[in-house]
């Protein structure tokens, strides 16, 4: 979407093993959003050149100031150095940070900042995030919550069957982003619900305190292929503003929008303090 800040940048990166959640999500059940509904949201697409053809894969993130994106470290898992950086719009990406604590092998802390090369000009369309106040750092089940992304419309043949347990990300074809940017409205589960529901699918999977999950029962709506790191965003009912609550992370086996498959959420509340302290850094 030309209105929305575009991060497009190459990375290069090693092929991962097999043994992770099903994590590249996209929108399912969602509806279209009219320009500048989501100021802050930011389109990555991540390239591996040392392929060929090359790799390419994409996620999303959220604008925290004009000098920092927020999103999923799994996003950039396996990644040696960053080589051959160019932008097609918006601005450079010229440091990565993971959390310090992020555990591959369940994504456990599933946090990341990316900080632009330049400052971002902004105006109705580019605008940033509030980050979650710290009288509500962790939303109540059943708190409505919206995520948007682009979206994979078609997933290619390798998609088409279900991961398996604790799968890597699939990578998508070129070209099958939604053009327009769509978004969903989901409830946050208790963390009870979220643990039984995966319990009942198997033991590999570990809900962690870090983690929530959002989503509905019957299923029908949620995140799926092309969207990690969106963020989870909910309005204040007293300022009007929108905080980032959570980031899109994982998911399970089923087919997206399962019911009571819900999606997993890094929770963005306890990572405050390592997210202001980059905030509030001088420029290195």
């Given amino acids: 979407h030309s209105s929305m800040l575009l991060l497009l940048f190459s990375l290069s990166k090693t092929l991962l093993n097999s043994s992770r959640p099903s994590v590249v999500k996209r929108i399912v059940g969602g509806q279209s959003a009219a320009s500048g509904l989501f100021p802050w949201q930011a389109l990555l697409s991540v390239e591996d050149l040392s392929r060929v053809p090359q790799d390419r894969w994409f996620g999303s993130g959220a604008l925290l100031s004009d000098l920092w994106v927020l999103t999923a470290a799994h996003v950039f898992l396996g990644l040696h150095r960053i080589r051959d950086k160019h932008l097609s719009t918006g601005r450079l990406v010229n440091r990565i940070l993971l959390h310090p604590h992020f555990e591959p092998s ?157 999606g997993v959420y890094t929770r963005v509340g306890p990572f405050l303090d390592w997210i202001q302290n980059h905030l509030r850094a001088p420029p290195q």
């Fill in 106 to 262: 369940n994504y456990n802390n599933d946090i990341a900042l990316l900080r632009l090369g330049g400052r971002v000009e902004f105006s109705s369309n580019v605008r940033p995030v509030c980050l979650p106040p710290d009288h509500h750092l962790f939303p109540p089940p059943n708190t409505l919550g919206v995520v948007a992304g682009w979206g994979i419309l078609t997933p290619n043949a390798s998609t088409s069957t279900s991961p398996p347990l604790l799968s890597d990300r699939w990578t998508p074809d070129p070209g099958v982003l939604a053009d327009v940017l769509q978004y969903v409205k989901l409830p946050v589960m208790s963390q009870d619900e979220c643990r039984a529901s995966y319990a009942s699918r198997s033991v590999g999977y570990n809900i962690t305190d870090s983690m929530f999950c959002a989503g509905f029962p019957e299923g029908g709506r949620d995140t799926c292929l092309g969207d990690s790191g969106g963020a989870f965003v909910i309005e204040d009912e007293v300022t009007g503003r929108w905080g980032v609550f959570g980031l899109v992370s994982w998911g399970g086996p089923e087919e997206c929008g399962a019911q009571r498959m819900y």
